[in-house]
């Protein structure tokens, strides 16, 4: 008995093992960080092709003009998401106006809309023969002739639909902060918008940042919504090379170029925010808002009310409009498994995909590695790449893990076990947690690093361990972060397309399966009821979550 | 927040066992006894367009069919990159251009088949028996019967001519089909006649191409521009939803060539681990049994030359269509893309 326990204890004394245990979070994040940006690394496998044909081609057509229609895109939707996020998060979080109460929910509905939803009920609505410009030609001016599908219109759909993106985290930096600095400010002679514009807006950075990387990176992603104005992207680069062109290879060498890209600009917004800190050293207290009245009052309801109508209101009317004109003809016992399919790959990627981000961002707290936040960032990149480049990069991972196992399997004990990875519910769940990293680690981290140092410093002198200091200090504290990041991840998994239709198990459709199969055939009044129902299923996550995100 | 996560995470896992246990339930049943197979498909047709026929088939021999739906480049994709490993028997897709590139890939196996080559015309399969279509589209002229006269409409070429500036519309050149329109032309016509053409075309339109054929007839209808060029089973579609529409079908190049037609079609994967009822399968589609219903849930064409098309199809009348061989439009996808370009056709 004594030598077992003797030789036990040998190799808990191993150097190697002390080693480990003793880098044990770093070489977990390592550990996540390179299997979640192994399938974004195959991408830029591709260049080991060089394609020169079809660069020259694009080059001499239409590469310039598609980089200055990306660049003015994104400029215009970070702009645009930065005014309205911030605006309507200040109002919310800081004001008392009518209304408030249920504002303060209902502007992050817009978020269980799919982008490109949102833009053909747009362009269904405004476009020469919808019903408003044909109201137009009929009762004042018969030569009306409003051009929607252009820059400004795809702009108008992007800000709309991703501004809840920076709503909700400003909102709860806002929230953190609380009045006291703001009226700090105020005293020592800033007028209100000085005070918000040099104290409680660059005490949100991190967070407001976080929420316009997110719409950014959706923005460069996106196929559908474009698809449906025809607005020619970088993306739309990617797919003419890839679906028209018949090269997959320069397709994804394309795509490696978008994240070089995305790469540059989160460089440079890391550069810009330099050594800050941006500890929070206020205990929260119950909110103490801002009495609005009068006419300011009543503007801040009517522009809510504008922004719902505009972002959540009349998409939804229309599409209730469209299920009403089918009557409901494809609702049936396996639309039901449809939603059961979406919820609950939704909720057990959400939270997966959180536990991971917590576990990043917690990381970086137990060790002071600068690698560690390089390794996190790269391990977000996987949401800049278009939804089905992602899903490629994905697949002939898990195609080249699955296919080299069975050789092993084959050549060690003669079994054939056919695919183990692909087409399995673990594989999609490992591909939403890539794509999805990035909604959760920002919100997470933003508000990890609100938390004071010497917090986690005090309970390790008290004795925790570090994951006792992890679930029993920070998890409470980052309560409301975690619940906007397990929100943001749900809904957006419920909606995602891409890697789940080329992923999935047999059998495992989803609401957005369901929306793809019909808009891509045109039908999209068909499409109009599991996108309908996709957003009332999102309805409940929405309304639970920013409830109880309130309530710190 | 503990209490949460735990309770979601095994409500979750309870659904989705639950769940997996039907499909999974009926799949090990049928792996148990010794007859029914399990067919596994890969298939850019969507859905609602081939489970019917799949149940009719599982009805009448008892093979379970289970298959994923995709477009059809990422599952060429897959199907590469799972090479003898994968699970698919048959791939069935959309447009001769993807079929040609599937072929050209190496995924797809040769088949031989007396009751194929009975069904299927020999421009509308592949040369080397790799892929068989199912389906004929047309792609024609729609117009506004009020505002085109008689005679102003003759080939697709004509289209481009100068009495139609600011009257046509058309669908984005991104979209798989008038990429084979183009790739058709350029082999009729070669590429610098064709380029000439296109490049009229983009002066003569009366807006922005649109992103689908619907919209583009709707604008017609609306009266923003004459005419359009759209694939036949959409102009079905808005005629079952609005058969009082002012538009008409016109088929062009009946002097010529004839109206380009595309397909849909399908071929045994080359690592089917179930070839034989694989073609078996793909022998029933293509026969006059699956044939009419095939078409008919799609407004479309049947291959099978002893089927006939649905009434309403039968209505839009006989049209001389380009025997062209349809992989032809696979082979020249990449030249008609890049001619598109450079002519900015968008």
Redo the contacts between chains.
């Keep these: 008995m004594a030598a077992r326990t003797f030789s036990f204890q040998k190799i808990l004394d191993n150097p190697l093992f002390n080693w480990i245990s003793k880098r044990r979070w770093w070489l977990l994040v390592a550990a996540i960080s390179l299997s979640v940006f192994m399938p974004v690394a195959v991408i830029f496998l591709s260049w080991l092709n060089p394609q020169p044909d079809v660069w020259a081609?694009?080059t001499d057509?239409?590469l310039t003009e598609l980089i200055g229609n990306t660049l003015s895109l994104t400029v215009g939707v970070a702009l645009g998401v930065f005014v309205l996020g911030v605006a309507l998060a200040w109002l919310t979080a800081m004001c008392q106006f009518p209304g408030r109460k249920i504002f303060d929910w209902a502007l992050m509905l817009p978020f269980s809309v799919p982008a490109y939803v949102m833009a053909f009920c747009f362009?269904g609505l405004l476009?020469?023969?919808g019903p408003i410009q044909?109201w137009i030609r009929t009762h004042i001016s018969a030569d009306f002739?409003l051009?929607v599908?252009?820059l400004a219109g795809v702009i108008c759909v992007f800000v709309l639909s991703f501004y809840p993106y920076v709503y909700m985290l400003a909102r709860t930096a806002f929230m953190n902060q609380g009045r006291g600095q703001m009226d700090a400010a105020r005293s020592l002679g800033c007028n209100s918008f000085q005070a918000f514009w040099r104290v409680m807006l660059p005490m949100a950075r991190p967070a407001i940042a976080a929420g316009m990387a997110l719409a950014i990176m959706e923005t460069l992603a996106d196929f559908g919504a474009v698809?449906?104005?025809?607005f020619?992207t970088f993306t739309?680069a990617i797919?003419?090379s890839?679906?028209?062109?018949?090269?997959?290879y320069a397709a994804a060498q394309l795509a490696s170029l978008l994240l070089v890209f995305v790469i540059g600009c989160l460089w440079f917004e890391q550069r810009a925010r330099g050594r800050a800190r941006y500890e929070q050293h206020e205990r929260q207290q119950k909110q103490n808002l801002y009495q609005l009245t009068g006419l300011q009052a009543w503007s801040a309801s009517l522009f809510c009310l504008i922004v719902l109508s505009l972002a959540f209101i009349l998409p939804v009317s229309q599409l209730v409009w469209w299920v009403v004109e089918t009557q409901l003809a494809d609702f049936d016992a396996r639309f039901v498994?449809l939603m059961?399919?979406t919820?609950?790959?939704g909720?057990?990627a959400?939270?997966i995909t959180v536990m991971v981000a917590l576990v990043m961002a917690f990381a970086q707290r137990v060790e002071k590695n600068p690698h560690m936040d390089r390794a996190a960032r790269f391990s977000t990149l996987g949401y800049a790449l278009p939804g089905?480049v992602l899903?490629?990069g994905l697949?002939?991972w898990f195609?080249?893990i699955?296919?080299s196992l069975?050789k092993l399997v084959n050549n060690w004990f003669g079994i054939n076990t056919?695919?183990l990875f692909?087409?399995s519910?673990f594989a999609l769940l490992v591909s939403y947690t890539v794509r999805f990293l990035a909604v959760a680690y920002g919100p997470v981290n933003s508000h990890l690093q609100a938390i004071r140092v010497s917090i986690h410093e005090a309970a390790q002198s008290l004795g925790a361990s570090q994951r006792k200091v992890l679930?029993r200090v920070y998890?409470?504290m980052l309560?409301p972060g975690?619940l906007v990041a397990a929100l943001l991840v749900l809904v957006d998994v419920m909606k995602e397309m891409?890697a789940t239709?080329?992923m999935?198990?047999?059998?495992w459709?989803t609401l957005a399966?369901r929306i793809y199969?019909m808009t891509?055939?045109?039908?999209w009044e068909r499409a109009a009821l599991p996108a309908l129902t996709l957003v009332i299923v999102g309805l409940a996550p929405v309304m639970v979550l920013m409830s109880k995100s309130r309530r710190h | 927040?503990?209490k949460l996560?735990s309770v979601?995470?095994l409500?979750?896992?309870a659904?989705?066992c639950g769940?997996?246990e039907?499909?999974e339930a009926a799949k090990t049943e049928a792996a148990k006894s010794a007859d029914p197979v399990t067919l596994?498909v890969y298939s850019a047709r969507?859905?609602?367009l081939i489970k019917p026929l799949f149940d009719l088939y599982t009805e009448k021999t008892g093979t379970q069919i289970?298959?994923?739906?995709?477009?059809?480049?990422?599952?060429l994709?897959?199907l590469n990159?799972?090479?003898a490993?994968t699970?698919a028997d048959m791939l069935i897709t959309v447009d001769a251009g993807n079929l040609w590139?599937a072929a050209a890939d190496g995924v797809l196996a040769s088949v031989d088949s007396e009751a194929l080559e009975a069904n299927v015309p020999a421009n509308l399969q592949d040369e080397n028996n790799q892929w068989f279509g199912l389906s004929i589209r047309a792609r024609t002229i729609i117009y506004a019967k009020d505002r085109v006269k008689e005679g102003e409409l003759s080939t697709y070429e004509a289209l481009a001519d100068e009495q139609w500036k600011g009257r046509l519309c058309l669908r984005?050149s991104?979209k798989?089909y008038n990429?084979s329109l183009v790739a058709s032309m350029i082999s009729n016509l070669g590429e610098e006649k064709t380029e000439k053409i296109v490049g009229g075309w983009v002066n003569n339109l009366a807006?922005?191409?649109?992103?689908?054929?619907?919209?583009a007839m709707?604008?017609v209808?609306?009266g923003?521009c004459d005419a359009t060029v759209v694939n036949t089973y959409?102009y079905g579609?808005l005629q079952a939803k609005a058969p009082d529409a002012n538009l008409a079908i016109f088929w062009p190049n009946q002097e010529d060539r004839g109206v380009h037609i595309n397909i849909s079609g399908a071929g045994v994967t080359k690592y089917a681990k179930n070839p034989a009822e694989a073609q078996k399968l793909l022998e029933w589609l293509s026969s006059e049994e699956a044939q009419q219903q095939f078409a008919q849930l799609n407004h479309e064409y049947p291959v099978n030359a002893k089927v006939s098309a649905t009434p309403e199809v039968q209505a839009w009348g006989d049209f001389k269509r380009d025997e062209l061989n349809v992989s032809e439009a696979g082979r020249l996808?990449?030249a008609s893309?890049?001619l598109m370009?450079?002519v900015n056709y968008?």
């Design positions: 081609h694009l057509t239409v362009l476009d020469y023969s044909t002739d051009s599908r252009n698809s449906v104005f025809n020619d739309t797919y003419k890839w679906y028209g062109l018949f090269n997959i498994q059961v399919n919820l609950s790959l909720a057990t959400a939270v089905t899903a490629v697949m002939v195609s080249w699955d296919n069975i056919g695919q692909l087409g519910v679930w998890v409470p309560r975690l891409p239709l080329l999935r198990p047999f059998g459709d399966v199969e891509s055939e045109g039908e | 927040m503990r996560i979601v995470a409500a979750t896992l659904a989705g769940k997996q039907a499909p596994t969507k859905e609602h289970q298959y994923i739906t995709d477009k059809a480049a990422p599952l994709s897959r990159s799972e090479g490993n699970p590139k984005t991104k798989v990429q807006t922005d191409v649109f992103s689908n054929d619907t919209k709707n604008a209808q609306a923003q959409y579609r996808q990449p893309v890049k370009d450079r968008r």
